[in-house]
């Protein structure tokens, strides 16, 4: 029903939030969407990680929020997000690891104006994503067991509140995250396929 009510006379950008614990397969499942969808995929991790590299004024900020496994401040994110989108050439986006909070999510309906068409959300035990992300070694600040005890904690705390209340507006897929790469792409493609966009 979700994914049959978008039709294909739209002005908007379709937007697709991608939620889900840390190490959960947001990214590694947002790849493969794109792909075979022709999404544009925004990560707002990456974005971030972007920014803190690119010696920007907020970098050193960045870089300790995201090491402490906290959030960082919604305008610097969602300006970047905004950016992005306005420079894409896309009109279908899967916003990865977007909104963690209700901060977030409030600041993307005020500056980028636009509510999420569907949002994603792979659910999976805590045990597997931490086995996930302490083999997943590319580098991150926050890949260790110190950062991820926390990342999990904001994540129940600020994040769960949110997919809540966007399954109270019906527009929650949840995916169970178990099983091969291969294994859960299955389970979201009839979620894409369905889409008249
Ligand atoms: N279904 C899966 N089974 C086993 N490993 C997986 C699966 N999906 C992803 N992985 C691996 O787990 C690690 C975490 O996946 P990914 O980076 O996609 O998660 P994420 O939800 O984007 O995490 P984060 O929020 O930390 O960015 C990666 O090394 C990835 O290759
Ligand atoms: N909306 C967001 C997204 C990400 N961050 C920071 C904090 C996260 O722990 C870190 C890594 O994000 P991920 O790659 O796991 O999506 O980036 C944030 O503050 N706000
Ligand atoms: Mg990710």
Redesign the pocket.
């Known amino acids: 029903k979700l994914a049959t009510e978008a039709t294909s006379n739209r002005c908007n950008p379709f937007i697709t939030f991608v939620l889900g614990g840390?190490g959960s397969g947001?990214?590694t499942q947002c790849v493969k969407i794109a792909e075979t969808f022709r999404f544009a995929h925004l990560?707002?991790?990456?974005l971030?990680?972007e920014e803190m590299s690119s010696n920007s004024e907020n970098g050193t900020m960045i870089h300790d929020?995201?090491k402490e496994?906290?959030?960082?401040p919604s305008e610097i994110?969602v300006n970047l997000l905004r950016k992005a989108i306005h420079s894409s050439g896309n009109h279908k986006f899967l916003i990865?690891?977007?909104?963690?909070n209700e901060e977030?999510r409030i600041a993307f309906e005020r500056i980028v104006g636009v509510e999420p068409d569907i949002v994603l959300f792979f659910d999976c035990p805590e045990e597997e994503m931490v086995k996930r992300v302490l083999n997943r070694n590319q580098g991150r600040v926050?890949d260790n067991i110190d950062t991820m005890k926390k990342?999990l904690e904001?994540f129940k705390k600020l994040n769960l509140p949110v997919i809540d209340y966007y399954s109270a507006k019906g527009k929650v897929c949840k995916i169970n995250a178990v099983g091969t790469v291969n294994e859960v792409f299955e389970k979201v493609l009839p979620v894409f396929a369905a889409l008249r966009i």
């Open positions: 840390p947001k990214g990560s707002a991790g990456d971030l990680r929020i995201i496994g906290k959030i960082v994110t990865d690891g977007f909104p963690r977030n926050d990342r904001v």
